[in-house]
């Protein structure tokens, strides 16, 4: 390294280099300036200066110094080293491989730079090169721990796992008898656990469980020590000794729900879909009988029999388990039982359960057959378990009036009033749900979580002003908007993007959901620190899973609605694109001249208004982050908060297309991919992608009615198509030709007769029956009547149950939602929706959208009335100083006084 | 004491992240609306003031506001209100609220404490008989929307506390 330089300068350039380290930068500019006064066109110190100029914020010069030096001195690896850092610093690790290449061309075992190459290669995941790379590390320098385990970690995640071992076999052939010293037991236990997982994974478990067992003295982490034993039994068939683990590690944890499964499997007592014969369950009665006996505090071994448990059994069981849970006041109850709804007639218990407490409660204080006063909070419990119970079963006024009930009882409890808007949310009112979100945070103005979901339910009910203002209360110094990208809160971002997307705000919307690609994209880029950390720190096992963790990150579900939003935004917004400024002032000449100034200068003003804000933000930002640190460090400022930009795009089904791919890559099972994908296709005109979609959407749930809706549109749409005439439009047309017989749904059928197949095999269903009219009329505009008529004639059938209280309809709000915008908007027969919706309102009595009595769009709904009352109330009753001890109008005083 | 299980009651303060609990309370407690000097004196008498809980769950309070005599710098303690939600009541919750407020009086040296009670609440005056507390004053249609309008005012004094420095 400057070599080229006499002795002075060349001290001047080993203090730029240290001072870049030690992060001295304006003293590495001061040395780097002091060689090129001399030495104008030194190709390193011009390459170094840039690199430390790219540290002080100034980019453009970076690039241009780095590049000019390389230009100077092609042979130099410090050149190229230089400027593969630069770009790893912009996350353009391409590049920078590529540097890197050329940089170890010059001088091939450079240590430092085979280091950077590596973690960049992981980064990638170009595999076979991290190999490469790691093999060479380990030649140069095999004194290093870190090297063999690197070497080793290359070739298991190359999938080359015996190769692991050996590497690490020989790594330990190289130990000391005394290894490991006391400052690194943990370290070398580590190793081991990782050695036998991949033991493990390679699938020799006699070695993997030998080497194990040899190694238990060096091994610190002795939970993992015990977990790795059992499951090595377990899958060499060792069920006896298994099972003696299982109970050790219960005695340590009896609350873990797998170790519960693991001994159920020893004893052979475990069906994935829990259905067990009598006899089996009569044993497993008996084994958690025992382990009851064992671990008295243990929840878990008391719940866990609720699952496998009928009958009257069942009966027995859940209800000795609720009864001190309710006595103790649990509010998470309902949601640990809530998994015991999908089991066919435990729903029908448990209510029967329930009624029986409340009732016995409310006349006696006591619960059925005991002789033990309950205190007063546990009618309450009971009541709020009720509530949620009839919310779950779809009895929403049931619920509704558990819950007020519950509230009579005691006002002061925050739960009662998140569960009455939960209720409401289900019901179908979204805008009284926000209200009593609302309620309940302004109860606990320090509790996070009533906050989070008080926003949630505002932005669900579309009030985003509003929901802004309230989770600014949760954020540093107020500033919400970067304060909530920054902590990369995405369902924040998830439901603020729905929002605007209802609303039309395609703009905000999108800005909304690429905020949350983005927050992936970061997520990915976050692991790099992880590749040369956790090999020091040889937290192998957990390394290894966390890249698994983010090989399939994007198929998590934030990215999944994340990137179906940004595509159901591009789409719309191809559809019906943004007006043009012509458009606009053409509509603008509507208006008359003076309306027409009016508007101009409303718009102007407002516009300076906008911009003086942001302006005047940014100045303070700016001056108060340059007092704090002295350098630089503001983060740029948003030039497009509302995403007016984002609405620019020249082709919105391009871009539409990036967000597509990444669903196909992550999500390929999920039904909605594949819609949007044929949504998407269709408008490209791009058949063959389409086809594939339909085809997918088949494979997945061929009996979807959203399946069997892409499918016939799309052979209608291809009837409508003129004959093919280029060479590669007739290729098309063969290769549909030849599927077309493929598709059992359609055979030799026409069209109709398929439709009219669907039909007859999903009669009952309302949303079959939707999709099969709206295909009707797409195909013959004429029979619009007839579909009209089958959609009137459909039924909501009461779903049957014993001895409930109050029938439940099949039909959910969302379908019948939908059923009526078919009729409003695809159909088109206005008055058929009105009869659709009037019909709906009495079903959904709570639903703001078909204005249903009972919701908050009803002008005379008991919610409505309430707020009118508290207006009127509101204005201080101005009782002033006066004071009342006293309470009810009855007399009764608020003690009893039995002291 | 109480009935049933052994249940534990907790005194907590009140301020401005909990207030509403306060004020859901005395919405179902009492049949008139407090305007916001009540909660305002609340809050500044601190320690005065206190919700209680049974079992984490808020079921009463006392909110008291903190006086100078006339003339002398001297304080005391106007209780503004106390009260338990119905099912709570016969707990002991109220003893343990008008005792937080009558120990703190004697800790500070506060020789008054006294409040405002309807004439027909008999219950209420019982129980503050019971602490010692005497009727000093009648007061002629003090409530405008209640019946009957006339309120007592019971006192009680307390001797200084001697036994701690």
Known sequence: MGASLPPKEANLFKLIVKSYETKQYKKGLKAADAILKKFPDHGETLSMKGLTLNCMDRKSEAYELVRQGLKNDLKSHVCWHVFGLLYRSDREYREAIKCYRNALRIDPDNIEILRDLSLLQAQMRDLSGFVETRQQLLTLKPNHRMNWIGFSVAHHLNSNGSKAVEILEAYEGTLEKDHPPDNERCEHGEMILYKISLLEECGFLDRALEELRQKETKIVDKLAFKEQEVSLLVKLGHLEEAETIYRILLSMNPDNYSYYEGLQKCAGLYLEDGKYSSDQIDQLVALYETLGQQYKWSSAVKRIPLDFLQGDKFREAAESYIRPLLTKGVPSLFSDLSSLYNHPGKADILEQIILELEHSIRTSSQYPGSTEKESPSTHLWTLFFLAQHYDRRGQYEISLSKIDEAIEHTPTVIDLYSVKSRILKHAGDLNAAAEFADEARRMDLADRYVNSECVKRMLQADQVALAEKIAVLFTKDGDQHNNLHDMQCMWYELASGESFFRQGNLGRALKKFLAVEKHHADITEDQFDFHSYCLRKMTLRMYVEMLKFQDQLHSHAYFHKAAAGAIRSYIKLHDFPPKSTAEEDEHMSNLLPSQKKKMRQKQRKAEARAKKD??????????????????????????????????????????????????????????????????????????????????????????????????????????????????????????????????????????????????????????????????????????????????????????????????????????????????????????????????????????????????????????????????????????????????TSNGKAFENLTI | MGVGREVSISLDGVRDKNIMQLKKLNIALFPVRYNDKYYADALASAEFTKLAYYSDICVGAIACRLEKKEGGGQVRVYI?????????????????????????????????????????????????????????????????NITPPDCYVLTRHIAPSTTKK
């Not at chain 1, 009707?776 to 579909?787: F, G, H, Q, T, V």
């Not at chain 1, 027969?829 to 659709?836: E, G, N, P, V, Y």
């Not at chain 2, 503004?80 to 016969?90: F, K, N, Q």
């Open chain 1, 614 to 887: 942001a302006e005047e933000k940014n100045e303070e930002l700016n001056s108060s982050a340059v007092s704090k640190s002295g350098k630089r460090n503001v983060k740029p400022v948003d030039s497009d908060p509302h995403g007016e930009k984002l609405l620019q795009v020249e082709d919105p089904l391009s871009e539409a297309v990036k967000y597509l791919k990444l669903l196909q890559k992550n999500s390929p099972d999920s039904l909605e991919t594949h819609l949007l994908s044929f949504e998407l296709y269709t408008r490209k005109r791009k058949i063959l992608l389409a086809f594939q979609a339909v085809k997918q959407l088949l494979r997945l749930d061929a009996d979807h009615p959203d399946s069997h809706r892409c499918l016939i549109k799309f052979f209608h749409q291809l009837g409508s198509m003129s004959t093919p005439v280029t060479e590669s439009e007739k290729l098309i047309w063969s290769v549909l030709e030849a599927e077309r017989p493929t598709i059992s749904q359609l055979h030799e059928k026409s069209l109709f007769d398929s439709n009219n197949a669907f039909l007859d095999n999903h009669k009952d269903s309302l949303m079959h029956r939707a999709a099969f009219t709206e295909i009707l009329y797409i195909l013959d505009s004429n029979r619009k009547s007839e579909a009209v008529k089958l959609i009137e004639e459909s039924a909501n059938n009461i779903v049957p149950r014993n001895g409930a209280i109050g029938p439940i309809g099949e039909w959910k709000l969302k379908d019948c939602i939908a059923v009526h915008q078919l009729l409003g908007t695809v159909l088109v027969d206005q008055d058929a929706a009105l009869r659709w919706k009037v019909r709906c309102a009495e079903y959904f009595p709570y639903s703001t959208y078909f204005e249903g009595r009972h919701s908050s769009a009803s002008p005379n709904s008991a919610f409505n009335q309430l707020r009118k009352n508290s207006e009127k109330d509101s204005p201080n009753h101005s009782v002033g100083n006066q004071n009342v001890v006293s309470t």
């Open chain 2, 80 to 144: 503004m209100t106390l009260g338990v939600l119905a099912p709570y009541r016969g707990l002991g919750i109220g003893t343990r609220l008008l005792n937080h407020v009558l120990d703190l009086c004697s800790k500070q040296n506060i020789s008054e404490v006294y409040l405002h009670v309807q004439t027909n609440n008999e219950d209420a005056i019982n129980f503050y008989k019971k602490f010692e507390f005497e009727i000093t004053e009648t007061i002629q249609n003090y409530y405008t």
